[in-house]
């Protein structure tokens, strides 16, 4: 290997940069006292030989080069020379190679090996001395997108008003592991992602965004692979730049940036779930991999003296977002997968931590007031996990705007109502319906800041949610302790599958009121992938280390029914405007004189105070109009009129369509909607959904 010409470069932007000569690296480092650019190549016989450059200029805390020579595909890492000293956070070890924070690409997947291990057995303060090149994946040094192979998937954004979306939340592996319509090369791939056959599903279904579980580099942890297990779902991030490399069949920046192109190519968005709440590091006995050896102190919040980490997450760790350098990546990094891959959008794990400071969370804390002010973010789609462990963690309905939250108060009432449950009653669904607007009406947010779901990738899917009572996860390793304890789910007669008929068509209907509840709720609903087919994961409802058929979505035997009324649930969702308003809807005047929610009971009249509050209520009706006070919402002169029924059988007297005559868009019960005049015969555990006749 020749050694490069070495000058002294620039200190921006941070990572390595590719340019006409060579590369331009820096690494932002308080307490590294050198820090070198490790380059590999094969050698003759193959086995992989490093040359050390160190960067030997240095201007504030980034220490920095120019490299002369270097091109695109070579392989590099870092090493961080400084004081180890523990106790008082300082983890500094040559000996571990370090994955660059700001790497594009890696060449291999990242799975625990005792060589990455920072300390010695359970003694944190004892450095393992054992290099760990041979085991850590090399960085890829790679252009920009705009010499990159592939489209530009930024050229083609579909651009979809909040108000407008259907979020399909998806596995990139899980989703076409086990689909016979996709070539067995290219299942579990980006590139099976993007085959026709599930572009042509989304589409068919109608939804118009997708919602990938982490697709950042993340590590096979260790408790996993001592188990034989892999980190499936992917909350273990290291790499944040860099797409997951096990994912792809060659090159896994064009194969993603090759998927959200086709996405977007039939007018569906892609939001990515993004992990900065903790990294896959762990705690003070984890693997030294990156942010640990090049500055433990600043990047982590420590206790103890610096000693031991402080655990927000339930992972070990915990991101300083607060810190000025922190908030530099991670903002960099979302940046990054904007621009170079044209992301729309990020689901954040465990927001609530992105909020804290030594004061707690703050919804005006630096992390919001840097990314909200940010004009490459402004305009992409944000989404908090409104909570994590830590003190005061959970912060439903506290996100500044333009933030959407995860609402598992939706998710929680409705499994609640929908079993049976004497508690919530008539007024937690109400809310429900129209946004929860307890939570989320203040500070000028809209009525699409409450992101709707009944099943999400951590829980039960929706047909397990009907068929156990229990969880299910020995598969785990775990004894079955992990997972939710409390899933508000039922059974209804059988742990597990049966053959017999009435408990299978009991469960057939609540599973299609769930879903007919959340699609005409306001606020932006979310769909669990394969809940559209009846996919099922044999009562885990924890399959975070289940790369197998377990977490794969089952394609082989699809309920085609229950796919053929969600996508008519979402097409009428998209045909009636008012089902998906901006504006909050409480029941006001309207300029024509008309309220803009008007609630009925079975008998025609409006519930009290005690209807609202009787357990035994289990169903109601619900006019809907456009929002008073909003002159585009006003506009909408065609109501629509929905009922919930989680109970028995009921003649329900249908309220008046403003003049106009309704037609049953949606029966759940029925395949035809039944012969009427002014009452509908309801049946039970059913939504029905009427329209203004055209």
């Known amino acids: 290997m020749t050694r490069p010409p070495v000058s002294e470069g620039r200190p921006w932007p941070l990572g390595v940069t590719l340019d006409e000569t060579g590369v331009n690296v820096a690494v932002w480092s308080s307490t590294a006292e050198r820090i070198d650019f490790c380059l590999f190549a094969p050698d003759d016989d193959g086995a992989d030989r490093e040359e050390a450059y160190p960067l030997a200029f240095r201007t504030g805390c980034v220490h920095h080069a120019h490299l002369d020579g270097v091109t695109a595909g070579a392989r590099y890492g870092l090493r961080a020379h400084g004081p180890h000293r523990p106790a008082q956070g300082l983890r500094h070890n040559p000996a571990k190679l370090l994955i660059d924070p700001y790497a594009r690409a890696l060449d291999g997947v990242l799975r625990w090996d005792p060589l990455m291990a920072g300390c010695i057995g359970d003694d944190d303060l004892l450095p393992d001395l054992r290099d760990s090149a041979s085991v850590v994946p090399k960085a890829v040094v790679v252009p920009p997108s705009s010499t990159g192979p592939g489209p530009d998937p930024a050229a083609n954004r579909p651009g979809h008003a909040t108000a407008d979306l259907v979020i399909y939340e998806a596995h990139v592996k899980g989703l076409t592991a086990a689909h016979p319509g996709v070539p067995p090369e290219l299942r579990g791939t980006y590139a099976g992602a993007a085959h026709p056959v599930i572009v042509e599903h989304l589409v068919s279904l109608g939804v118009n965004a997708v919602e990938l579980l982490p697709v950042q580099a993340f590590l096979d942890d260790r408790g996993l692979v001592a188990k034989g297990l892999t980190n499936y779902w992917g909350y273990q991030p290291i790499a944040w730049f860099a797409p997951e490399p096990r994912y792809a069949r060659a090159d896994a920046v064009a194969e993603f940036r090759s998927l959200v192109h086709t996405l977007h190519d039939h007018g569906i968005e892609v939001l990515c779930d993004v992990v900065f709440n903790h990294t896959g590091e762990g705690d003070e006995f984890g693997p030294t991999l990156s942010l640990r050896g090049l500055d433990n102190g600043t990047y982590y919040r420590l206790q103890d003296g610096g000693r031991h980490h402080l655990d927000d997450t339930g992972t070990g760790n915990t991101l300083a977002a607060d810190r000025l350098p922190v908030l530099r990546l991670v903002l960099d990094a979302l940046r990054h997968w904007v621009v170079e891959f044209g992301v729309d959008g990020f689901r954040f794990d465990l927001g609530a931590t992105l909020g804290r400071g030594a004061e707690g969370f703050r919804p005006g804390g630096p992390f919001f007031t840097a990314l909200l002010q940010d004009p490459v973010l402004a305009g992409v789609k944000l989404i908090a996990e409104p909570w994590d462990i830590g003190p005061g963690g959970y912060q439903l309905g506290h996100f500044p705007v333009p933030f959407g939250e995860w609402n598992d108060e939706f998710r929680d009432d409705l499994r609640r109502l929908w079993r049976g449950d004497t508690t919530p009653g008539a007024a937690h669904l109400g809310s429900r319906l129209l946004g929860s607007a307890n939570r989320f009406d203040h500070s000028g947010r809209p009525a699409t800041s409450s992101v709707n779901f009944v099943t999400a990738h951590d829980g039960f899917t929706l047909a397990d949610l009907v068929s156990y009572a229990e969880r299910h996860n020995e598969a785990n390793g775990e004894d079955n302790r992990d997972g939710h304890a409390h899933n508000h789910s039922d059974n209804l007669g059988v742990e597990g599958p049966t053959d017999d008929p009435a408990i299978r068509a009991a469960r057939a209907r609540r599973v299609r009121g769930l879903l007919a509840t959340l699609l005409v709720s306001q606020g932006v609903p979310m769909l669990l ?93 619900l006019t809907l109009r456009g929002a008073a006070g909003d002159p585009v919402a006003e506009r909408l002169d065609a109501p629509v009129c929905v009922i919930v029924n989680a109970g028995g059988d009921v003649e329900f007297t249908v309220p008046g369509a403003d003049g106009h005559e309704w037609a049953v868009a949606v029966d759940t019960a029925r395949a035809r909607p039944a012969e009427w005049s002014e009452r509908y015969p309801v049946a039970e555990q059913s939504v029905v959904v009427f329209v203004v006749r055209e």
């Open 529 to 621: 992938a394969g809940d559209e087919i009846g996919n099922g994961q044999g009562g885990n409802n924890n399959a975070y280390a289940q790369d197998d058929p377990v977490g794969w979505v089952d394609w082989s035997a699809p309920d085609t029914d229950l796919c053929a009324l969600v996508r008519t649930l979402i097409a009428v969702r998209r045909a009636q405007p008012v089902l998906r308003q901006r504006t909050f809807v409480h029941g006001r005047e309207r300029a024509d004189g008309r309220r803009d929610a008007v609630w009925s009971c079975a008998d025609g009249t409006e519930p009290g105070p005690g209807d609202w509050h009787d357990p035994r209520q289990r169903t109601i009706a």
